[in-house]
């Protein structure tokens, strides 16, 4: 069964660090582009960092850029987004992706999983 499992999400006050996590199974990341993308009630669907697996170019929203860095272990199948320097907008869940491709900061299509919820309080 493929399936794309998140976790790492919680509580947060403004300023500090969460690192998420993204799992495969049934699946490897090799042959897709990998990423982050984060969505809160009412708002749209933002890309927040996309790559593909086997290496290119990262892309990041300008939002998040010089406070989240996305990064993978190849070994353990692993995708994981560290964000520092989180603020009350950060507030969203956060979903990981595996997909055809990046449009921008946005893995476009292909799986994706229940998504992990990030709160920032003040």
């Known amino acids: 069964q493929v399936q794309v499992v998140e976790s790492g999400g919680g509580l947060v006050q403004a300023g500090g660090s969460l690192r998420l996590s993204c799992t495969a199974s049934?699946?490897?990341?090799?042959?897709?582009?990998v990423g982050w993308f984060r969505q809160s009630p009412g708002k749209e669907r933002e890309g927040v960092s996309c790559?593909?697996?086997?290496?290119?170019?990262?892309y990041y929203a300008d939002s998040v850029k010089g406070r989240f860095t996305i990064s993978r272990d190849n070994d353990k199948n692993t995708l994981y987004l560290q964000m520092n320097s989180l603020k009350l907008e950060d507030t969203a869940m956060y979903y990981c992706?595996?997909?055809?491709?990046?449009?921008?900061?946005?893995?476009?299509?292909?799986?994706w999983g229940q998504g992990t919820q990030v709160t920032v309080s003040s």
């Open positions: 992706a595996a997909a055809a491709g990046c449009s921008g900061s946005l893995p476009s299509g292909g799986y």
């Open positions: 790559l593909r697996w086997r290496g290119g170019t990262t």
């Open positions: 049934g699946f490897t990341f090799d042959d897709y582009a």
